[in-house]
């Protein structure tokens, strides 16, 4: 009578087991067949993104470089081959909204481009709007100051500030990167 009682409390352990382990499986093999074609794409939609804040790179690509201690804001560094300058993939923390962008250094360390890749939303509504793409533009030819650039764009100000901070640690890195000239 014992043997039965505990087969009867063991039975829903087992199979829950038996069907864990099946969908881990399953799960485990799916993934081992897409992860090499995410990633493939990702890289692609990374380096699209790249070139449109480089275009000067458009026929060289990028070499992707390892930075030590880089600042938070900046997620990846990638210099063009042909010497057109530098490519970052930042992110900037804004009130509740983490902003993900790309921005494109030239080799005269102007900026070349911006490319807002995340979406902005401020309650509920896009926070750059119809004004992103004359915030975005207003930055192409600025250098390191910052100067002639928008400031704020209205209901977007925080926004506009923490990209600001984050453009100021991007050139920071790469006069780093070119020994501070």
Do not use: W
């Amino acid at each position: 009578m014992k043997n039965s009682k505990t087969l009867a409390l063991l039975k829903p352990a087992i199979v829950l087991t038996l069907i864990c382990i099946v969908s881990a499986t399953l799960l485990a093999v799916v993934n081992k067949f897409t992860a090499p074609e995410i990633a493939r794409r990702e890289d692609q939609q990374l380096s699209e993104t790249f070139l449109a804040v480089l275009p000067d790179a458009k026929d060289a690509g990028f070499d992707v470089i390892k930075v030590e201690n880089a600042p938070a804001t900046v997620k990846q560094v990638c210099k063009a081959k042909n010497g057109a300058g530098y490519a970052l993939l930042m992110t900037a923390q804004s009130g509740y909204h983490t902003l993900q962008f790309s921005i494109g250094i030239d080799s005269e360390g102007k900026i070349a481009g911006v490319s807002m890749i995340s979406p902005i939303h401020s309650g509920g509504n896009a926070a750059f709007g119809e004004s992103l793409p004359v915030f975005l533009d207003s930055y192409k030819g600025v250098g390191k100051d910052l100067e002639g650039s928008v400031d704020k764009v209205t209901n977007a100000t925080k926004s506009s500030i923490a990209m600001r901070g984050a453009m100021a640690d991007a050139f920071a890195l790469i006069e780093g990167l070119k020994g501070g000239a």
